[in-house]
């Protein structure tokens, strides 16, 4: 069982590139989300979705797009990148069956925007 | 805007000590999360506390939640060197675990 898988696991963008950061769970969870994390600091929500063809705006969302045409898979689309995005993305998923239940957290992608 | 605060935000203490470490936050919400990261890892989450007085325990971790304080606690028991890492407490508001995070702890135990 992989749980969250993110890919790449590190890239270097130029100012202006675009890129597609992937994500997908095998878990069947109907919600997903995409969080930052600058250095020395707390996940900051990008995004996040309760289903397929649902999705919607977090805390941070500028500069960022999403889609969710499978349950499985929830792709973050950088379309122009600038430095301010240099952070480590983590995408996440949960059951959310009418109980609370806990995260699952990815492994992370290490984007630097030079 | 719901604001999260840790506090300390650094702790360097010596194997077998306790500690608390805190996590105040501003609006109402039944609902917090803790997480530990070791450095360049993912998040691995400790304790979902979903009412007031809810108290979990796993291992020297023990967590506690009061709502009417906005406050919860992670108390360290007997630290070992095993328990350094950063650990982060986060609040739902919404529902939908829309989670807003701490500042985070970096803790480092001593031998």
């Known amino acids: 069982n992989a749980g969250v898988t993110q890919t790449p696991k590190f890239r270097i963008l130029k100012i202006g590139q675009s890129m597609t950061l992937q994500c997908t769970q095998d878990?069947?969870?109907?919600?997903m989300y995409w969080y930052r994390q600058d250095p020395g600091m707390g996940l900051k929500l990008i995004y996040y979705?309760?289903?397929?063809?649902?999705?919607d705006k977090g805390e941070v969302p500028n500069g960022y797009n999403v889609s969710r045409s499978t349950t499985e898979d929830f792709p973050l689309r950088l379309e122009l990148a600038a430095p301010s995005q240099t952070s480590v993305y983590f995408c996440?998923?949960?059951?959310?069956?009418?109980?609370?239940?806990?995260?699952?957290f990815g492994s992370g992608t290490q984007l630097s925007v030079l | 805007e719901l604001k999260v605060e840790q506090n300390p935000l650094f702790l360097s203490m010596q194997e077998g000590k306790n500690y608390t470490i805190y996590c105040n936050y501003s609006t109402t919400s039944d609902r917090l999360y803790w997480y530990r990261q070791d450095p360049g890892k993912s998040l691995e989450s400790l304790f979902v506390l979903l009412s007031n007085g809810a108290v979990k325990q796993e291992g020297r971790l023990m967590a506690s939640l009061d709502t009417k304080a906005r406050l919860s606690t992670l108390h360290i028991t007997a630290a070992v060197h095993d328990l350094s890492a950063t650990y982060f407490c986060a609040v739902d508001m919404t529902g939908a675990q829309k989670l807003v995070f701490g500042q985070g702890t970096r803790l480092t135990i001593n031998p």
């Open positions: 996440a998923s949960s059951k959310m069956t009418g109980d609370w239940e806990k995260l699952f």
């Open positions: 979705s309760v289903g397929a063809g649902i999705t």
């Open positions: 878990m069947n969870h109907n919600y």
